[in-house]
C-alpha cells in the first residue's frame, strides 16, 4: 500500500510553546488530507479537512486559531498546535487520500503530544 | 450526519476460528466503505476498500463484503492467529464533504 510519513511520532513540551506535526505522501500525490485526534480506547474524531492551495475546513468545536493547518504541497500537510496546554494532549494522526477526494485512505503513525 | 456503529466492541476467540466482524451506517449514501486495522498506539493500516458499486472485497484470509441498501458491512476473518489482534475499525465516505466517519472498531483478541 501506499505510505505516509508521520513525524515527529512522540513530543513533549511545556505548556505554552507551540507544536508542529507533519504529514508527507511518501509515493503519491494527494490533494486532500485529514487529520484526526484519538483519545484513549476510543476511536477517531475527524479534526479538520487539508486540501492543497487553500484553507483547511475544521469541524465543529474545533478551533482553527489552536490547530493551525498548513497544506502547501501535493505531498505535505503540517498541524500546528498552538500555545499547547495539558488537556491538548493526545495522538494525532494524519491520513492522505490517494485518487482523489474518494480514494483510499492511508494513515500515517501517529504523533502523541504530551504537554506538561 | 452519518453514524457507524461496531458490534461487538471486543471479541476474544481461540487461534484457528473464522470470526466476523460488523458494521452498520445510518446513510446508505456512501462513496466507499474501508476496512483498518490498529495496533496499540499506533496508525491505521488500510485492510480493504469497498466502493460503494461493489459488494465485496477480498484480501488473503480477509473478506469484506457491503450491503449498501441495509447500511451493513462485515469482515470475515478466516482461520485466525494470534497476530491478527488488533482494534479493527470500519469507516465510510459520504456526505458533501466526503468526509470519514469512523465505528468505534472491535477490539480483537487471538488466543494461542
Known amino acids: 500500500g501506499a505510505v505516509v510519513s508521520q513525524h515527529p511520532s512522540r513530543v513533549i513540551c511545556k505548556s505554552g510553546t507551540s507544536v508542529k506535526i507533519e504529514c508527507r505522501s511518501l509515493?503519491?500525490?494527494?490533494?486532500?488530507m485529514f487529520w484526526y485526534r484519538q483519545f484513549p480506547k476510543q476511536s477517531l474524531m475527524l479534526m479538520a479537512t487539508?486540501?492543497?492551495?487553500?484553507?483547511?475546513?475544521?469541524e465543529q468545536g474545533v478551533e482553527k486559531d489552536k490547530f493551525l493547518i498548513n497544506h502547501a504541497s501535493l505531498t505535505l500537510s503540517t498541524l500546528t498546535v498552538t500555545s499547547a496546554h495539558p488537556e491538548d494532549s493526545s495522538f494525532y494522526i494524519c491520513s492522505a487520500s490517494k485518487g482523489g477526494t474518494t480514494g483510499e485512505l492511508f494513515f500515517g503513525e501517529g504523533s502523541r503530544l504530551t504537554v506538561l | 450526519k452519518q453514524e457507524v456503529t461496531q458490534i461487538p466492541a471486543a471479541l476474544s476467540v481461540p487461534e484457528g476460528e473464522n470470526l466476523v466482524l460488523n458494521c452498520s451506517f445510518t446513510d446508505s449514501a456512501i462513496y466507499n466503505l474501508q476496512w483498518f486495522r490498529q495496533d496499540p498506539g499506533k496508525g491505521l493500516t488500510s485492510l480493504l476498500l469497498i466502493q460503494s458499486s461493489q459488494r465485496e472485497q477480498t484480501s488473503g484470509r480477509l473478506n469484506a463484503s457491503l450491503d449498501k441498501s441495509s447500511g451493513r458491512s462485515t469482515l470475515y476473518i478466516a482461520a485466525s492467529q494470534p497476530g491478527d489482534s488488533a482494534t479493527y475499525l470500519c469507516?465510510?465516505?459520504?456526505?458533501?464533504?466526503?468526509?470519514?466517519?469512523f465505528g468505534s472498531g472491535t477490539q480483537l483478541t487471538v488466543l494461542p
Open positions: 509515493d503519491f500525490q494527494a490533494t486532500t
Open positions: 469507516a465510510v465516505r459520504s456526505g458533501s464533504a466526503r468526509q470519514l466517519t
Open positions: 487539508s486540501n492543497e492551495g487553500s484553507k483547511a475546513t475544521y
